[in-house]
């Protein structure tokens, strides 16, 4: 069965042809990442009219790739949320259209879990219940239990940051590139994560929440007063600050997803969403656990927002719950998991 996913939900347009929910024929983007940092974060508005530009030129060129036509295609998967409202509806409109006018089966599905399926993209080997997976991207940080396919629970997510928001928050501070991610893990390989001791929000004992709004403050006042004592920030010092902030994220982000895989006696462990492509977080993992399975996504592009984990999660929802009503997919920019 071959799944065409369109994801639209932030700043990302993307298409990707997937067979069966695991193998990837096709997976094109179309990043607005250049537009965005001029501003240092996503705008809205930019976003969606961005979105209307290039997406149908993005479905023509996976099917190209591919090297398949609208016959070769079984179901559409489309995400309905949660994510920005304007370019959530260019992307279902877009699919609602198509499935209309192809006469294709729709699915709308939730980011979340498109992020959690991101895990079965071209792997060969069978993934085992009970998982507990780690979804850290900009716009959403979460523990879930997976026991089963779509059977999703909430473990703990954040009081108010998202684990990426905070990268992009702090890399705009100091007047780093947007998205924030890449390039402060990349300024923390030259800097000393010990220099610099930024708060860890542990919260109540046993939690499985997270906070990071604590520690972005906590940057923000060393940076200040770095710059009342010495003006302008060198290099060195920003690596420093790069390095000792990663150090607070992923130390807290390994230590809770270890304390909820023992606690839920899980197989596995997944790691997903754009902060799963943090070196120094698989890392730490890694190292805090006792031989723990850790599985990340096969690639560092279905890390970040992508189409084909939509396409995935698309696939296994259609196989447990059957397809939608294409009047029936409404966006949803505040859409839970469970
Ligand atoms: O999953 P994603 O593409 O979009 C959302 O669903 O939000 O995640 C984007 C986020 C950004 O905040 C970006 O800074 C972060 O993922 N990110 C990283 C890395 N690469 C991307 N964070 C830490 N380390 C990275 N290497
Ligand atoms: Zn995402």
């Known amino acids: 069965m071959n799944i065409l996913g369109i994801e639209t939900s932030c700043d990302e347009t993307a ?5 069966d929910g695991i193998t990837v024929l096709s997976n094109m983007i179309a990043s607005q990442a250049v537009l965005h940092s001029r501003t240092g974060g996503v705008v809205p508005e930019v976003a969606s009219r961005e979105h209307i530009k ?42 609602r259209t198509l499935a209309y006018a192809k006469n294709k089966k729709i699915v709308g599905v939730n980011h979340i879990a498109g992020h959690i399926y991101s895990i079965w993209l071209d792997r060969e080997e ?3 219940f009970p998982s ?24 703990g997510k954040t009081r108010d940051d998202a684990s990426g928001e905070a990268f992009d928050k702090i890399a705009k501070l100091l007047g780093l590139i947007y998205p924030g991610g ?12 010990k220099k ?10 046993g939690s499985l929440e997270f906070s990071f709004s604590g520690l972005k403050t906590a940057v923000r006042r060393q940076v200040e007063a770095l710059e009342k004592e010495q003006g302008e920030l060198n290099d060195e010092i920003i690596n420093d600050i790069c390095a000792s902030f990663q150090e607070a994220v ?89």
């Open 196 to 205: 610099y001791k930024f708060p860890r929000a542990w919260l109540d004992k």
């Open 182 to 193: 890449p390039v402060i893990s990349k300024r923390a390989l030259l800097g000393d994560p």
């Open 15 to 19: 298409c990707a042809i997937v067979k």
């Open 54 to 95: 290039v997406i149908i030129p993005i479905i023509e060129a996976c099917f190209k790739n591919a090297q398949l036509t609208w016959d070769d295609i079984d179901l559409i998967a489309v995400t309905k949320g949660p994510g920005l409202v304007g370019s959530l509806l260019v992307g279902t409109e877009t699919a």
């Open 250 to 338: 992923t130390e807290v982000l390994a230590k809770k997803l270890i304390i909820a895989a023992e606690k839920h006696d899980a197989k596995e462990v997944h790691l997903v969403g754009g902060v799963s492509a943090n070196k120094r977080l698989r890392e730490l993992i890694q190292e805090m656990s006792n031989n723990l399975d850790l599985k990340v996504p096969k690639e560092i592009s279905y890390c970040t927002d992508n189409a084909a984990m939509i396409a995935a999660a698309g696939y296994f929802q259609y196989k447990k719950f059957g397809a939608d009503n294409w009047q029936d997919i409404e966006v949803n920019p505040r859409l839970l998991i469970n």
């Open 132 to 155: 507990v997976v780690l979804t850290a991207s900009g716009g959403h940080n979460n523990l879930v239990l997976m026991k089963d396919h779509y059977d999703f629970e909430v473990l």
């Open 126 to 128: 069978e993934i085992l």
